[in-house]
């Protein structure tokens, strides 16, 4: 935090929010005469789960400071504020990171939600007690009861049920009476399936498991199953039974119904013969049938509607006539007509309505005239008027509403005047309201609200206030023996080389390059030995190669390549050993390969390949089976691949009319000639991507090979099996299939590829779990996914960010999923033992949304990594990774580089 005063807890708080408020009125109010200011960011507060309930409006969101917690909007008559006033309701999680809620549901005039404890150890549903003014914990078994995770509520004859998660991580269903707090477990099926619910006429519920279609009577408080079909899919009702979709062995995914009784359960309608589904994705009750969009395998994805029977199940208007599909989606009812987004050949995706008949069936506008059609969501019904938010040439994105008209649909209100985007999402309508969230382009993503004219359209509040710490964001993070070195931006220097030891009082600028706001801009920070080389403008030399060894004395410019302002604008540093090769133009022979050992004398051209002062295009440097490669452009339409040897560098390969900057693919075929591929051709299955094209064009998106012991593993792709891990010895002979992560053509896309020790580890996709760790180790001959159960989740339940290694194991950034909206970054160990797949939780970011974990770096056993924690900007911060303190050291700031006194506004 700064070498400042540590007052005591409270006192400091009050002195952070002292501070902040007057720098806010600073950076507001403009002096006399002076020109007006505002604050360098106003971040969005991105209001989610706007649920009704009463004349209150509840709803998330981010102000800043307190992380991600519970809103609420009430009108405030009387007070002048046409807009109504938005207040958080409780800070359950104190601190940066929030106590995330989700699940808002309304009970009778009772709000409820679902958010972390203040221990952020497990999830539990609240009542808000309006009476106490606070949060009251429901059916709490924090003390002596099973640990639990609540889950998806429903009202039925007056009760509110949910269900939890249990330990062994099973589901069961729970009953409370709105308004209270205490209730109890029901039934004893396993496994309920979230979001699966459907009340019958007689207000039983039928919900879907694991294992079936089960029915639960609150009165008798007994279940029974109605359907032993896997996979069920949805629940909807219909005015005598349930309409639901399991994917049965004989006849997939088709529609099926249940008036509760448990031989009722039938077969409505197999719309796609045999065992291939209809496959609907999109389903609404609606004036007592379900309309849906399935297959039948003639027409396409097509709007249909069921009543439950077989002769009331049809298809209600090809709207793309013939086999192409016009994937109706987004149902919506409004007055006497039911809502959605279809495309035709002539109109594109556009708004469409439907009374149920097909000459009822119309497109209602077509907002982009032509086929290139319109982007459209968020249908909401709102009095008598269908809300939804659209994009279009004239207003970009923003709120529409529609009578069913063509003249009586348009915009409500330009928010983000022409074309630009206000981006609105999340209608939800509240008596005479209706509100959303958007962006004017000043206040952020907030809460608006509208009476349906644009004379009513308000912001409700600017939640997430300008921020009054802004971020110094380090990067290029490089280790130096003990230190990392870094560029940092601190508002008074500009972009410049810093370093640190760990210790606040050892984060120092090394060198003020070039004096001023725009600073030096080191780019490309390369480890080589013992130094640090890096590309730096000064006024008097231009872009030219800088070294550092982590001293202001030791940081200086290498050599003046070509003297005088121009700069030889050195790219492409890589080291080999004690030596760093790189791309520069001296001005006399164009851009060449260069090298240098960290001395002025021992920095020099290595090869003149284009005699002239149009230069050789350097592109890609890069180390392959223990040898220096690059490619360079050896005249028109021809590119060779050179290795540089002890006696000075050679063609390894000439390809005749390859731009390898414009991603195109080299080909290594059975009878080892060569082939060119543009981007839109395809290996064929006897053909391998050879690993040296790399780093990667844009276009293939390969990632880095690795090797270990003389074996070279590097991601490629061809037609049988999509991209994969492969794996050679330098031989065609030699060069295989290492591991198909998803079987067939379909790509698992390796990437992150790391050795440690003997193993190899690498990031790939898995059909079931999805983006997760993998290894290899001897004999290299298939690979397997790392998993363990710790911390209440799985490694396949979190998505790998950066893998890096450490001497006794692979450290992993990741996110781990909170709700659907808000990911935590979190950082975890896995110890490099044979057969290991222990999994160590080391430390969570007490933040969420899109503030990742930059930069990880190892110096030693500690980790250094920039993050954003919510309340002092992106900064660098410091892990400690001995075995003894691996997990009881938290990771905390190392400087607060850009601080409260240090905030400079920007002009209007």
Same mark, same amino acid.
């Given at each position: 935090?700064?070498?400042?005063?540590?007052? %005591?807890?409270?006192?400091?708080?009050?002195?952070?929010?002292?501070?902040g408020?007057?720098?806010?009125l600073?950076?507001?109010i403009?002096?006399? =005469?002076?020109?007006?200011?505002?604050?360098?960011?106003?971040?969005?507060?991105?209001?989610?789960?706007?649920?009704?309930?009463?004349?209150?409006?509840?709803?998330?969101?981010?102000?800043?400071r307190?992380?991600?917690?519970?809103?609420?909007?009430?009108?405030?008559?009387?007070?002048?504020?046409?807009?109504?006033?938005?207040?958080?309701?409780?800070?359950?999680?104190?601190?940066?990171?929030?106590?995330?809620?989700?699940?808002?549901?309304?009970?009778?005039?009772?709000? $409820?939600?679902?958010?972390?404890?203040?221990?952020?150890?497990?999830? +539990?549903?609240?009542?808000?007690?309006p009476?106490?003014?606070?949060?009251?914990?429901?059916?709490?078994?924090?003390?002596?009861?099973p640990?639990?995770?609540? #889950?998806?509520?429903?009202?039925?004859?007056?009760?509110?049920?949910?269900t939890?998660?249990?330990?062994?991580?099973?589901?069961?269903?729970?009953?409370?009476?709105?308004?209270?707090?205490?209730?109890?477990?029901?039934?004893?099926?396993?496994?309920?399936?979230?979001?699966?619910y459907?009340?019958?006429?007689?207000?039983?519920?039928?919900?879907?498991? &694991?294992?079936?279609?089960?029915?639960?009577?609150?009165a008798?408080?007994?279940?029974?199953?109605?359907?032993?079909?896997?996979?069920q899919n949805?629940?909807?009702?219909?005015?005598? =039974?349930?309409?639901?979709?399991?994917?049965?062995?004989?006849?997939?995914?088709?529609?099926?119904?249940s008036?509760?009784?448990?031989?009722?359960?039938?077969?409505?309608?197999?719309?796609?013969?045999?065992?291939t589904?209809?496959?609907?994705?999109?389903?609404k009750?609606?004036?007592?049938?379900?309309?849906?969009?399935?297959? &039948?395998?003639?027409?396409?994805?097509?709007?249909?509607? %069921?009543?439950g029977?077989?002769e009331?199940?049809?298809?209600?208007?090809?709207?793309?006539?013939?086999?192409?599909?016009?994937?109706?989606?987004?149902?919506?009812?409004?007055?006497?007509?039911?809502?959605?987004?279809a495309?035709?050949?002539?109109?594109? +995706?556009?708004?469409?309505?439907?009374?149920?008949?097909?000459?009822?069936?119309?497109?209602?506008? #077509?907002?982009?005239?032509?086929? +290139?059609?319109?982007?459209?969501?968020?249908?909401?019904?709102?009095?008598?008027r269908?809300?939804?938010?659209?994009s279009?040439?004239?207003s970009?994105?923003?709120?529409?509403?529609?009578?069913?008209?063509?003249?009586?649909t348009?915009?409500?209100? #330009?928010i983000?005047?022409?074309?630009?985007?206000?981006?609105?999402?999340?209608?939800?309508?509240?008596?005479?309201?209706?509100?959303?969230?958007?962006?004017?382009l000043?206040?952020?993503?907030?809460?608006?609200?509208?009476?349906?004219?644009?004379?009513?359209?308000?912001?409700?509040a600017?939640?997430?206030?300008?921020?009054?710490?802004?971020?110094?964001?380090?990067?290029q993070?490089?280790?130096?023996?003990?230190?990392?070195?870094f560029?940092?931006?601190? @508002?008074?220097? =500009?972009? *410049?080389?810093?370093?640190?030891?760990?210790t606040?009082?050892?984060?120092?600028?090394?060198?003020d390059?070039?004096?001023?706001?725009?600073?030096?801009?080191?780019t490309?920070?390369?480890?080589?030995?013992?130094?640090?080389?890096?590309?730096?403008?000064?006024?008097?030399?231009?872009?030219?190669?800088?070294?550092?060894?982590?001293?202001?004395?030791?940081?200086?410019?290498?050599?003046?390549?070509?003297?005088?302002?121009?700069?030889s604008?050195?790219? @492409?540093?890589?080291?080999?050993?004690?030596?760093?090769?790189?791309a520069?133009?001296?001005g006399?022979?164009?851009?060449e390969?260069?090298? %240098?050992?960290?001395?002025?004398e021992?920095?020099?051209?290595?090869?003149?390949?284009?005699?002239? +002062?149009?230069?050789?295009?350097?592109q890609?440097?890069?180390?392959?089976?223990?040898?220096?490669?690059?490619?360079?452009?050896a005249?028109?339409?021809?590119?060779?691949?050179?290795?540089?040897?002890d006696?000075?560098?050679?063609?390894?390969l000439?390809?005749?009319?390859?731009?390898?900057?414009?991603?195109?693919?080299?080909?290594l075929?059975? *009878?080892?000639?060569?082939?060119?591929?543009?981007?839109?051709?395809?290996?064929r299955?006897?053909?391998?991507?050879?690993?040296?094209?790399?780093?990667p064009s844009?276009?293939?998106?390969?990632?880095?090979?690795?090797?270990?012991?003389?074996?070279?593993?590097?991601?490629a792709?061809?037609?049988?099996?999509?991209?994969?891990?492969?794996?050679? &010895?330098?031989?065609?002979h030699g060069?295989?299939?290492?591991?198909?992560?998803?079987?067939?053509?379909?790509?698992?896309?390796?990437?992150?590829?790391?050795?440690?020790?003997?193993?190899?580890y690498?990031?790939?996709?898995?059909?079931?779990?999805?983006r997760?760790?993998?290894?290899?180790?001897?004999?290299?001959?298939?690979?397997?996914?790392?998993?363990?159960?710790?911390?209440g989740?799985?490694?396949?339940?979190?998505?790998? #960010?950066?893998?890096?290694?450490?001497?006794?194991?692979?450290?992993?950034?990741?996110?781990?999923?909170?709700?659907?909206?808000?990911?935590?970054?979190?950082?975890?160990?896995?110890?490099?033992?044979?057969?290991?797949?222990? $999994?160590?939780?080391? $430390?969570?970011?007490?933040?969420?949304?899109?503030?990742?974990?930059?930069?990880?770096?190892?110096?030693?056993?500690?980790?250094?990594?920039?993050?954003?924690?919510?309340?002092?900007g992106?900064?660098?911060?410091?892990?400690?990774?001995?075995?003894?303190?691996?997990?009881?050291?938290?990771?905390?700031?190392?400087?607060?580089?850009?601080?409260?006194? &240090?905030?400079?506004?920007?002009?209007?």
């Open positions: 935090m700064g070498a400042r005063p540590s007052p %005591s807890a409270p006192t400091q708080t009050l002195l952070i929010h002292l501070a408020t007057l720098l806010l600073w950076a507001v403009p002096a006399a =005469g002076a020109a007006p200011q505002t604050p360098q960011e106003n971040p969005p507060s991105s209001p989610l789960y706007l649920t009704p309930c009463g004349d209150q409006l509840f709803f998330s969101a981010d102000d800043g307190h992380g991600r917690e519970v809103w609420v909007w009430e009108a405030t008559a009387g007070d002048g504020n046409p807009a109504g006033r938005a207040r958080m309701l409780a800070d359950l999680c104190p601190g940066p990171a929030g106590s995330e809620p989700v699940g808002f549901f309304c009970a009778e005039g009772w709000f $409820y939600v679902n958010a972390m404890t203040q221990e952020k150890s497990r999830r +539990q549903l609240w009542l808000w007690d009476a106490e003014a606070k949060f009251r914990a429901v059916f709490d078994r924090a003390s002596g009861g640990a639990w995770e609540p #889950d998806t509520v429903a009202m039925v004859r007056g009760m509110l049920y949910f939890v998660v249990l330990a062994g991580r099973s589901r069961q269903i729970a009953m409370v009476a709105p308004g209270t707090c205490d209730g109890e477990l029901l039934s004893d099926v396993e496994q309920v399936t979230p979001d699966m459907a009340l019958l006429a007689d207000e039983t519920i039928v919900f879907a498991a &694991d294992e079936g279609l089960w029915h639960f009577d609150p008798s408080k007994q279940t029974h199953c109605l359907d032993k079909s896997p996979g949805f629940v909807l009702p219909l005015p005598n =039974g349930v309409f639901f979709a399991p994917d049965h062995p004989d006849y997939g995914m088709e529609p099926w119904f008036d509760g009784a448990p031989e009722g359960a039938r077969l409505v309608k197999d719309i796609m013969a045999g065992p589904s209809s496959t609907f994705g999109q389903l009750s609606w004036a007592g049938a379900v309309y849906f969009n399935p297959d &039948d395998g003639a027409h396409g994805s097509e709007l249909w509607k %069921s009543d029977t077989a009331g199940t049809l298809l209600i208007k090809d709207i793309n006539e013939g086999p192409a599909s016009s994937d109706p989606h987004y149902f919506a009812a409004a007055s006497d007509a039911l809502y959605f987004v495309s035709d050949l002539e109109h594109g +995706q556009e708004l469409w309505r439907s009374d149920g008949r097909p000459e009822g069936t119309v497109l209602v506008k #077509d907002l982009h005239p032509g086929a +290139q059609g319109t982007d459209i969501w968020s249908l909401t019904e709102f009095g008598t269908l809300y939804f938010c659209a279009t040439a004239a970009g994105e923003e709120v529409f509403l529609t009578d069913g008209t063509g003249p009586g348009h915009v409500l209100l #330009d983000a005047p022409g074309p630009e985007n206000s981006g609105p999402n999340h209608l939800a309508a509240m008596g005479e309201l209706l509100f959303f969230t958007c962006n004017d000043v206040h952020g993503e907030e809460l608006w609200r509208t009476d349906g004219t644009p004379e009513g359209t308000f912001l409700v600017d939640i997430a206030l300008p921020r009054y710490n802004p971020s110094s964001r380090p990067r993070l490089t280790a130096l023996e003990e230190r990392v070195l560029t940092v931006d601190d @508002l008074e220097h =500009g972009k *410049e080389l810093w370093k640190s030891d760990g606040e009082a050892g984060t120092m600028l090394l060198c390059i070039a004096s001023g706001a725009a600073g030096g801009a080191p490309e920070l390369t480890r080589a030995g013992a130094q640090v080389f890096f590309a730096a403008e000064a006024p008097a030399s231009g872009r030219e190669l800088w070294h550092s060894d982590g001293t202001p004395e030791g940081t200086r410019l290498l050599k003046d390549i070509r003297p005088g302002p121009a700069g604008s050195p790219e @492409l540093l890589h080291p080999f050993g004690t030596t760093l090769y790189f520069a133009d001296d006399e022979h164009g851009r390969l260069w090298r %240098s050992d960290g001395t002025e021992g920095t020099m051209l290595v090869h003149d390949i284009t005699p002239g +002062q149009t230069g050789a295009g350097i890609r440097v890069f180390d392959l089976w223990g040898k220096p490669y690059f490619y360079a452009q005249g028109a339409g021809l590119t060779t691949l050179w290795r540089i040897e006696d000075g560098p050679r063609v390894a000439e390809i005749q009319d390859l731009f390898v900057s414009a991603g195109l693919d080299l080909v075929t059975k *009878e080892t000639t060569v082939r060119v591929l543009s981007p839109a051709q395809e290996a299955g006897d053909e391998l991507l050879v690993p040296v094209i790399y780093p844009s276009t293939s998106g390969h990632s880095a090979p690795a090797s270990i012991d003389g074996l070279t593993f590097f991601a792709r061809t037609r049988v099996h999509g991209a994969e891990l492969w794996k050679t &010895d330098g031989t065609l060069t295989r299939l290492l591991c198909d992560a998803f079987p067939g053509p379909p790509s698992s896309g390796p990437a992150q590829l790391l050795c440690v020790q003997d193993t190899l690498f990031v790939a996709e898995e059909p079931r779990l999805g997760v760790v993998w290894k290899t180790s001897p004999p290299y001959q298939a690979a397997r996914v790392v998993s363990a159960y710790r911390a989740f799985r490694l396949g339940e979190i998505s790998p #960010d950066s893998l890096l290694a450490s001497e006794d194991g692979l450290v992993i950034s990741s996110f781990s999923p909170i709700n659907p909206y808000s990911l935590k970054p979190h950082l975890g160990f896995i110890g490099h033992a044979k057969d290991s797949n222990s $999994y160590e939780p080391l $430390y969570t970011l007490p933040a969420a949304g899109d503030k990742r974990m930059h930069e990880l770096t190892l110096t030693g056993s500690r980790l250094f990594f920039t993050a954003d924690d919510g309340l002092h992106e900064e660098l911060w410091i892990k400690e990774l001995q075995a003894t303190a691996r997990s009881a050291a938290p990771a905390h700031l190392v400087k607060d580089i850009v601080a409260y006194g &240090d905030f400079v506004p920007l002009s209007r």
